[in-house]
T-cell receptor
């Protein structure tokens, strides 16, 4: 158990809908990262927040957005869902952002878009 | 330039054998190179990591070899065990200030036969 929690574990929804994925980082970790894992794209970095502020952005679609709240938990919002958004979404956290700061991954949320 | 290329895609090894997974990168700004292990239904977990100023790091049966001039690094699993059967991802980390992101290789599915 990494100490990172994600809810829900599974999510099934329809095209065009909007969903929110939630992540609670390890106690004391200020940085939260979101990743998407799909069969064709592998593990892709989406976005990083540090102490409430967006710090790095990867291959995140404009239909997706995220935020980190004062209690450091984070939410990833996915809207206008398409079939291709079906994937595993992982949250990770780290105490800092220096080189060598280990990222601890949560168990993931499996999103299925029908 | 952000890409990390990983090979092979899959690997089958007999128990007790050596498993070798290779990765290559282009971006010389990467400053940390972790390997992650992922079991089905779980999030990736850090296995071992190396900085670019070190040519080799060993932890138990796991060794990273790093060749900075060739921009290549590899994971060696000695005395491979059936419990090592998992998907392995190399990654490369880059950051500035409080921003940091991981770029993952495409993954290697390792099967260790009993």
């Amino acid at each position: 158990d990494s100490g990172v929690t994600q809810t829900p574990k599974h999510l099934i929804t329809a095209t065009g809908q909007r969903v929110t994925l939630r992540c609670s980082p390890r106690s004391g970790d200020l940085s939260v990262y979101w990743y998407q894992q799909s069969l064709d794209q592998g593990l892709q970095f989406l976005i990083q927040y540090y102490n409430g502020e967006e710090r790095a952005k990867g291959n995140i679609l404009e239909r997706f957005s995220a935020q980190q709240f004062p209690d450091l938990h984070s939410e990833l919002n996915l809207s206008s869902l398409e079939l291709g958004d079906s994937a595993l979404y992982f949250c990770a956290s780290s105490v800092g952002t220096l080189s060598g700061s280990e990222q601890f991954f949560g168990p993931g949320t499996r999103l299925t878009v029908l | 330039q952000q890409q990390v290329k990983q090979s092979p895609q899959s690997l089958i090894v007999q128990k007790g054998g050596i498993s070798i997974i290779n990765c290559a990168y282009e971006n010389t700004a990467f400053d940390y190179f972790p390997w992650y292990q992922q079991f089905p239904g779980k999030g990736p977990a850090l296995l071992i990591a190396i900085r670019p100023d070190v040519s080799e790091k060993k932890e138990g049966r796991f060794t990273i070899s790093f060749n900075k001039s060739a921009k290549q690094f590899s994971l060696h699993i000695m005395d491979s065990q059936p419990g090592d059967s998992a998907t392995y991802f190399c990654a490369a980390s880059v950051g500035s200030g409080s921003a940091r992101q991981l770029t993952f290789g495409s993954g290697t599915q390792l099967t260790v036969l009993p």
